[in-house]
T-cell receptor
Framework: NAGVTQTPKFQVLKTGQSMTLQCAQD?????MYWYRQDPGMGLRLIYY???????DKGEVPNGYNVSRLNKREFSLRLESAAPSQTSVYFC?????????????FGDGTRLSIL | QKEVEQNSGPLSVPEGAIASLNCTYS??????FFWYRQYSGKSPELIMF????GDKEDGRFTAQLNKASQYVSLLIRDSQPSDSATYLC???????????FGPGTRLSVLP
């Protein structure tokens, strides 16, 4: 009963390094999302994929890229990490659009950039 | 700019009392409304959602929606210390594909 699985759970990077956060869901959902959560800021959408083969920018896409590898997997890449990208990153999925479908979240990746 | 506002709290209530959490939104085109609970260090988990004006009850939780006044609330009856968490309000629009989350209200239920 995995739901949405994110890897890694924790990561420390140096400024300028790159890395990819992985997300996979086993609920046969069509839509997937990447959020970041900072203290006092709530959840902010980075990128989303309404369906396999499509991706779109959210509220805070700068410094990130995404890949919808297949229906199950949606990855987030930081090409050149900056301290401002220190955050908790959540992946989520939902059944379909329109957007009245609830989103289900993974456990998050805690990322620190020094 | 679509905005969702919540009182950041902390909201403190004694065990057994009713906790009332409020959320206001700016976009009159908003259609669907969700409440998530997030324990410290954990991911958000869905509590309930509401689409129509009025009340929707699920166990100890009641969501109330008033589209004319642009607010949605969550009532927690018989509050327990285990209800202590941050509660996130999320709003969506039929013409969009995304949630807009409020900053969350931290609830503390005192034994």
């Amino acid at each position: 009963n995995a739901g949405v699985t994110q890897t890694p759970k924790f990561q420390v990077l140096k400024t300028g390094q790159s890395m990819t956060l992985q997300c996979a869901q086993d609920m046969n959902h069509n839509s997937m999302y990447w959020y970041r959560q900072d203290p006092g800021m709530g959840l902010r959408l980075i990128y989303y994929s309404a369906s396999e083969g499509t991706t779109d920018k959210g509220e805070v896409p700068n410094g990130y890229n995404v890949s919808r590898l297949n229906k199950r997997e949606f990855s987030l890449r930081l090409e050149s990490a900056a301290p401002s990208q220190t955050s908790v990153y959540f992946c989520a999925s939902s059944k379909i659009v329109p957007s009245n479908q609830p989103q289900h979240f993974g456990d998050g990746t805690r990322l620190s950039i020094l | 700019q679509k905005e969702v506002e919540q009182n950041s709290g902390p909201l403190s209530v004694p065990e057994g009392a009713i906790a009332s959490l409020n959320c206001t939104y700016s976009d009159r085109g908003s259609q669907s409304f969700f409440w998530y609970r997030q324990y410290s260090g954990k991911s958000p988990e869905l509590i309930m959602f509401i689409y129509s004006n009025g009340d929707k009850e699920d166990g100890r939780f009641t969501a109330q929606l008033n589209k004319a006044s642009q607010y949605v609330s969550l009532l927690i009856r018989d509050s327990q210390p285990s209800d202590s968490a941050t509660y996130l309000c999320a709003v969506t629009h039929n013409y969009g594909q995304n949630f807009v989350f409020g900053p969350g209200t931290r609830l503390s239920v005192l034994p």
